[in-house]
């Protein structure tokens, strides 16, 4: 069965970076993206980016651009969500999910707490 | 890129039918058959529940349909049972090749 499974719950400090890990298995990797959204406390989705596992191409939502970087690593079935320069209104749960156009399955939610 | 804008909040009683709008532009939902549909219950992941404005992943109820109308589309839910309590969101691919959510509606079920 398709599974993605995230890596553990952070807490950063403002100014700081985070990597996110999102481990597939189930599936063949490299036939679907990996999307990245998140979720501030009490709030709604917000598309942060994909990548398509088959060849590296990315596309991030233009209010992250330049602030997070989205990567794969094939050989082990993993996606990698950064995000730099934290803000406090970054503190979110962070989920990845397979496929681009439309997300069919979700990694359990990864919670990011930015505080000083 | 806005979002799409979705009520904030519907309700119904059971065995009744509910629609939730979602409305775009000519950029998003009414400019590609892209529309998904996903359902949140509280501290979840959400999940998948229409696809490509009316199709249903496998293992979703035939209780839950979708349609498109110019920039809005839909999401009806009828035979509306207890445990379809959930915020939902809308989502639909862009003319910049992104993805965008709506702001969630919160389904109460009476």
């Known amino acids: 069965q398709v599974q993605l499974v995230q890596s553990g719950a952070e807490v950063k400090k403002p100014g700081a970076s985070v990597k996110v890990s999102c481990k597939a298995s189930?599936?063949?990797?490299?036939?679907?993206?990996i999307s990245w959204v998140r979720q501030a406390p009490g709030q709604g989705l917000e598309w942060m980016g994909w990548?398509?596992?088959?060849?590296?191409?990315?596309n991030y939502a233009q209010k992250l651009q330049g602030r997070v970087t989205v990567t794969t690593d094939t050989s082990t079935s993993t996606a990698y969500m950064e995000l730099r320069s934290l803000r406090s209104d970054d503190t979110a749960v962070y989920y990845c999910?397979?496929?681009?156009?439309?997300?069919?399955?979700w990694g359990q939610g990864t919670l990011v707490t930015v505080s000083s | 890129q806005s979002a799409l804008t979705q009520p904030a909040s519907v309700s119904g009683s059971p065995g009744q039918s509910i629609t939730i709008s979602c409305t775009g532009t000519s950029s998003d939902v009414g400019g590609y058959n892209y529309v998904s549909w996903y359902q949140q219950h509280p501290g979840k992941a959400p999940k998948l529940m229409i696809y490509?404005?009316?199709n249903r992943p496998s293992g979703v109820s035939n209780r839950f349909s979708g349609s498109k109308s110019g920039n809005t589309a839909s999401l009806t839910i009828s035979g509306l049972q207890a445990e379809d309590e959930a915020d939902y969101y809308c989502?639909?691919?862009?003319?910049?090749?992104?993805?965008?959510f709506g702001g969630g509606t919160k389904l109460t079920v009476l």
């Open positions: 999910a397979r496929g681009t156009i439309r997300a069919d399955h």
């Open positions: 990548i398509s596992a088959y060849n590296g191409n990315t």
């Open positions: 189930g599936y063949t990797f490299t036939s679907y993206g």
């Open positions: 490509d404005v009316t």
């Open positions: 989502s639909s691919y862009t003319s910049s090749s992104t993805v965008v």
